[in-house]
């Protein structure tokens, strides 16, 4: 089935580690998407990539990076995990920047 | 004050009721808007989209967009227990830094009644 595989489903991290929150997509879509989701926040843009080889920050980047270094693939890296990076993180893509988007199941991590 | 606007809810309706679920947005800017329905634990899955003022239907569901007031409405016609969820609004503004920016609200928590 296409769209879009996010791995790992979850995971409980200890504060400090570093660890990278993959998504691959295989709708060829050109944009790709992280959002974290927060209870009373709502869904909340860190990074996103337009095509493959771009970046830009979103609205909540500190402390994550990203590449693109295919259409295919936007690994979300977080390098040392803090408590208040716990959240639920999805993936998604576009056809083209800002039209109707297409999420991952999602990554629910916890930083203890 | 938030971009996009959406009371959390809940919002009860019995089965086979109307339920409307409403979202405000403050840029005026915004051209196009989208809803999003999320089940407990699950990804955002998207519903509907609306780019012009008026009313835009697909089967159950209606949206409705009026730019001046900015307001948009999700109305779920004959509402079912399947139904019960998040819906999230979305909204598409102009270019910010380089995307186009997509913000969403907080969501509401729609519960259809048996």
């Known amino acids: 089935t296409a769209g879009i595989t996010q791995a790992p489903t979850s995971q409980i991290l200890a504060a400090g580690r570093s660890m990278t929150l993959r998504c691959t997509q295989d709708m060829r879509h050109n944009a790709m998407y992280w959002y974290r989701q927060d209870l009373g926040l709502g869904l909340r843009l860190i990074h996103y990539s337009n095509t493959a080889g771009t970046t830009g920050k979103g609205e909540v980047p500190d402390g994550y990076s990203v590449s693109r270094a295919n259409t295919d693939d936007f690994p979300l890296t977080l390098a040392s995990a803090v408590p208040s990076q716990t959240s639920v993180y999805f993936c998604?893509?576009?056809?083209?920047?800002?039209?109707?988007?297409?999420f991952g199941q999602g990554t629910r991590l916890t930083v203890v | 004050q938030k971009e996009v606007e959406q009371n959390s809810g809940p919002l009860s309706v019995p089965e086979g009721a109307i339920a409307s679920l409403n979202c405000t947005y403050s840029?005026?800017?915004?051209?196009?808007f989208f809803w999003y329905r999320q089940y407990s634990g699950k990804s955002p899955e998207l519903i509907m989209s609306?780019?012009?003022?008026g009313d835009k239907e697909d089967g159950r569901f209606t949206a409705q967009l009026n730019k001046a007031s900015q307001y948009v409405s999700l109305l779920i016609r004959d509402s079912q227990p399947s139904d019960s969820a998040t819906y999230l609004c979305a909204g598409r503004a102009g270019y910010s830094g380089g995307y186009q920016k997509v913000t969403f609200g907080i969501g509401t928590k729609l519960q259809v009644i048996p």
């Open positions: 840029d005026r800017g915004s051209q196009s």
């Open positions: 609306i780019y012009s003022n």
């Open positions: 998604a893509s576009s056809e083209s920047r800002g039209v109707e988007a297409f």
